[in-house]
């Protein structure tokens, strides 16, 4: 299998070929009409050094004005540069009836230099010679011998081409595409961390209830648990209820005053108190007020009741 | 083939879907995680009350506190009649330092007060209590 696109039909364009009627996709090689090409010997380790450095190289070889995309390779000790317009060579393809959907890649006759040990011809009145390690394009009456020829074909398909994809309209360069992508991927991706973080927390909280639930078996199920609560919140209710009257008449007897009956049960309260003279009785009843209690005087004495159900 | 021409966008395109897939599925967490949380929370909040309730209404020492409420007051002063988890106690003739120990006694007692009377005779008081737990 082959996933460069490589296994594409291969065809060779330049200014004097035919125009094409093609419904599939294919690849197209240009020939030097479409490029402009320098060698040079530069201590460069790499190729993106060299693409960095291309535009300057090609300053006063290429039209000015016109936007020009560099391709770049070793040869031996030589780093290979080469300057195209894309712009123009698209509108070229277009021209001879190349749908540019259908283009999946464009590759230079340079690439495939090797290949040329025999002149290749091109149409009538031109063919494509390398000279010197270069392709150029020569009039057909300068060939020394009339054949035998080069026989054009997929084999001539090098490894690495350029994509049209930028060429033909798209809103986004491949580079912003590809820029675009990996900021979005790397923002999926910590949004799936984070929320596989979050499902991990819930873990904990269960295994906290799991780890509860395990020292006291008995309380497993909810009914029970509700049921208990029920039953003791009841009873605890009921009896915060009780000691807090019982608390508010110890708090209600002070010099002047005696609990003369007290009495509780499930249901009400009744007290009774003697106070010593009015004032007291009075202050009594104003404590009384403050705690909520509604007091009863006793006609004919200071004497005090106070009685509420719980 | 229309889809080639647009192969940047879609690749983009493609990356956001699944960047806002990425923040879907953050956010059910999230969500998830706070339901849960709180789901967790309140059954572990609710398993504490009943331990706690447990601890204070069921405790079984409880039998033998409400035992001393027999031998906190002379003998000569106490009626003492218990059944089972429940206890009628008559106190007659306690002096005010001794019905204040005894109702202290008794509300720190974790039973269920079915009747607490305290009446007054001459200068001391005569109790009636009663309770379950």
Redesign the interface.
């Known amino acids: 299998m082959n996933f460069t696109g490589n296994n594409k039909e291969l065809i060779l364009a330049h200014t004097s070929m035919k125009p094409v009627d093609l419904s599939y996709?294919v690849n197209v090689m240009l020939t030097p009409q479409f490029y402009t090409l320098k060698k040079e010997v530069l201590p460069l380790n790499y190729a993106y050094q060299a693409k960095r450095i291309a535009p300057s190289l090609f300053e006063g070889l290429v039209e000015e004005g016109r936007d020009h995309d560099y391709i770049v390779w070793k040869e031996g000790d030589e780093w290979v540069f080469l300057a195209y317009d894309m712009e123009m060579i698209t509108a070229f393809l277009a021209r001879k009836g190349f749908v540019l959907?259908?283009v999946s890649k464009i590759f230079f006759a340079q690439q495939a230099v090797d290949l040329f040990d025999k002149p290749l011809v091109l149409g009538e009145n031109e063919a494509l010679v390398s000279l010197d390690d270069m392709i150029v394009v020569v009039p057909r009456g300068a060939l020394m011998e009339e054949g035998p020829f080069l026989v054009f074909d997929n084999s001539f398909t090098p490894k690495k081409g350029v994509g049209l994809?930028?060429a033909?309209?798209?809103?986004?360069?491949?580079k912003?595409?590809?820029t675009?992508?990996?900021?979005?991927?790397l923002?999926?991706?910590?949004?799936?961390v984070?929320?596989?973080r979050?499902?991990n927390?819930?873990q904990v909280?269960?295994a906290?209830?799991q780890e509860?639930?395990e020292d006291?078996p008995s309380?497993q199920s909810?009914y029970t648990?509700?049921n208990?609560?029920t039953k003791?919140?009841t009873?605890?209710t009921?009896?915060r209820k009780?000691?807090e009257i019982?608390?508010m008449v110890?708090d209600m007897i002070f010099k002047g005053v005696?609990?003369?009956?007290?009495?509780?049960?499930?249901k009400s309260y009744k007290v009774q108190f003697s106070c010593k003279d009015a004032q007291v009785a009075n202050r009594v009843k104003a404590l009384a007020k403050k705690n909520n209690l509604s007091t009863t005087a006793i006609a004919g004495s200071n004497d005090l009741k106070i009685e509420g159900a719980l | 083939m229309t889809w080639k021409r647009y192969q940047n966008e879609l690749i983009a395109l493609a990356a956001f879907v699944l960047m806002f897939i990425g923040y879907g599925y953050k956010a059910v967490q999230v969500s998830s995680q706070a339901d849960t949380m709180a789901s967790t929370k309140h059954s572990v909040g609710k398993i504490k009350e009943v331990i706690a309730l447990k601890k204070i209404w069921a405790d079984k020492k409880t039998t033998k506190n409400v035992e001393k409420l027999q031998t906190l007051i002379p003998v000569s002063k106490v009626q003492w009649s218990s059944k089972s988890k429940k206890v009628t106690a008559s106190y007659k003739g306690l002096s005010a330092k001794e019905l204040n120990k005894l109702v202290t006694k008794i509300l720190n007692l974790p039973v269920e007060i079915q009747k607490l009377k305290i009446q007054k005779i001459a200068s001391s008081y005569d109790v009636e209590f009663k309770c379950k737990w």
Not at chain 1, 180 to 185: E, P, R, Y
Not at chain 1, 187 to 192: A, E, G, R, Y
């Open positions: 996709t959907e259908n994809q930028d033909y309209g798209s809103v986004l360069s491949m912003q595409a590809s675009l992508a990996v900021i979005f991927t923002f999926s991706l910590m949004f799936f984070e929320g596989s979050y499902s927390n819930v909280g269960e906290q209830m509860l639930l006291y309380l909810k648990r509700d208990i609560i003791y919140k009873i605890d009921a009896e009780k000691r019982v608390k110890s005696t609990l003369t009956s007290f009495d509780i049960d499930e």
